[in-house]
């Protein structure tokens, strides 16, 4: 019996033993795999991007824009300090999207340097420099895991005066008026999380006083929604940025919203003082 005991020990020590040394080798193996993805995805995206143009023909979409201030579009390249191949689009975008709450248009370059910037002007006179467009390598996976291989692809990623966007959407609220000041300003996004909670610890205002003066300024009003947009940080003042969405009121026994109205906040990130436009950037 204690034979028969030991003997099942042995036996179940060495299935234990097997299963050990596979289990290592597949984390060993997909640790691998991982590292060297993350040295290849470096590597590769680095080669991928050595090409000096861009001839995709990028896709650009506005939002938040009444019809008749981007009836007419005007595109301009800004290459090494100079503005080049003036170009004017008039009623040019994407029947696909007429319909949408963004509308498309394609930049009408068939290609330009990876350093240029491409700058529009809607119809009323609002600025967007939209440099940053590159390639990146798209690295191939599998059941288990990095394959080995890859292929170069078009990054949408693009900055829009001062700001990265995953996209390249245009909003009306974050258009130039004068571009030789707000070049000036930089702004630093909700979404990068590290640097606007840094940001926000070194001021006057906290986020949490900015959003204790916020609720108090909202008085009555009733509120669909409301956004943070990051920190505007200028020269000489830096502003917590929010959207918001109000409305008088429903009408009886409707869900139906009268009177909205979309609004940009600024509260100064050192004083606290709150200002609301209506009309944003014009009203600033």
Same mark, same amino acid.
């Given at each position: 019996?204690?034979?028969?005991?030991?003997?099942?020990?042995?036996?179940?020590?060495?299935?234990?033993?097997?299963?050990?040394?596979?289990?290592?080798?597949?984390?060993?193996?997909?640790?691998?795999?991982?590292?060297?993805?993350?040295?290849?995805?470096?590597?590769?995206?680095?080669?991928?991007?050595?090409?000096?143009?861009?001839?995709?023909?990028?896709?650009?979409?506005?939002?938040?824009?009444?019809?008749?201030?981007?009836?007419?579009?005007?595109?301009?390249?800004?290459?090494?300090?100079?503005?080049?191949?003036?170009?004017?689009?008039?009623?040019?975008?994407?029947?696909?999207?007429?319909?949408?709450?963004?509308?498309?248009?394609?930049?009408?370059?068939?290609? #330009?340097?990876? /350093?240029? $910037?491409?700058?529009?002007?809607?119809?009323? +006179?609002?600025? *967007? &420099? =939209?440099? %940053?467009?590159?390639?990146?390598?798209?690295?191939?996976?599998?059941?288990?895991?990095?394959?080995?291989?890859?292929?170069?692809?078009?990054?949408?990623?693009?900055?829009?005066?001062?700001?990265?966007?995953?996209?390249?959407?245009?909003?009306?609220?974050?258009?130039?008026?004068?571009?030789?000041?707000?070049?000036?300003?930089?702004?630093?996004?909700?979404?990068?999380?590290?640097?606007?909670?840094?940001?926000?610890?070194?001021?006057?205002?906290?986020?949490?006083?900015?959003?204790?003066?916020?609720?108090?300024?909202?008085?009555?009003?009733? #509120?669909?929604? /409301?956004? $943070?947009?990051?920190?505007?940080?200028?020269? +000489?003042?830096? *502003? &917590? =940025?929010? %959207?918001?969405?109000?409305?008088?009121?429903?009408?009886?026994?409707?869900?139906?919203?009268?009177?909205?109205?979309?609004?940009?906040?600024?509260?100064?990130?050192?004083?606290?003082?709150?200002?609301?436009?209506?009309?944003?950037?014009?009203?600033?």
């Amino acid at each position: 019996m204690n034979k028969y005991i030991k003997g099942c020990l042995v036996l179940i020590g060495v299935i234990i033993t097997i299963i050990a040394i596979i289990a290592g080798l597949f984390f060993w193996s997909s640790n691998s795999r991982r590292k060297q993805a993350e040295i290849d995805g470096i590597k590769f995206s680095k080669e991928c991007d050595l090409a000096k143009f861009i001839t995709e023909q990028p896709e650009i979409q506005f939002a938040n824009f009444k019809k008749n201030e981007i009836n007419t579009l005007k595109f301009q390249i800004l290459r090494k300090g100079k503005f080049i191949h003036d170009t004017l689009i008039k009623n040019g975008f994407d029947k696909k999207t007429n319909s949408s709450e963004y509308k498309s248009i394609t930049i009408p370059y068939k290609e #330009f340097l990876k /350093t240029d $910037t491409i700058v529009v002007i809607t119809q009323n +006179k609002l600025h *967007y &420099y =939209i440099s %940053g467009y590159h390639h990146y390598a798209y690295l191939h996976y599998g059941m288990n895991g990095y394959l080995g291989s890859h292929e170069c692809r078009f990054s949408d990623y693009t900055t829009i005066n001062n700001e990265v966007f995953a996209r390249p959407i245009l909003f009306r609220k974050y258009g130039w008026i004068n571009p030789e000041i707000s070049k000036h300003i930089h702004k630093i996004s909700v979404s990068d999380s590290v640097a606007y909670y840094s940001f926000a610890k070194k001021c006057k205002i906290k986020i949490q006083d900015a959003e204790r003066i916020l609720k108090e300024k909202r008085k009555n009003q009733v #509120f669909r929604s /409301t956004t $943070t947009d990051g920190i505007e940080v200028g020269p +000489k003042n830096s *502003y &917590y =940025i929010y %959207g918001e969405e109000t409305e008088s009121g429903t009408l009886p026994n409707n869900v139906v919203p009268r009177n909205l109205q979309e609004y940009v906040v600024k509260i100064n990130c050192e004083t606290g003082e709150y200002k609301r436009y209506k009309n944003y950037p014009f009203d600033d």
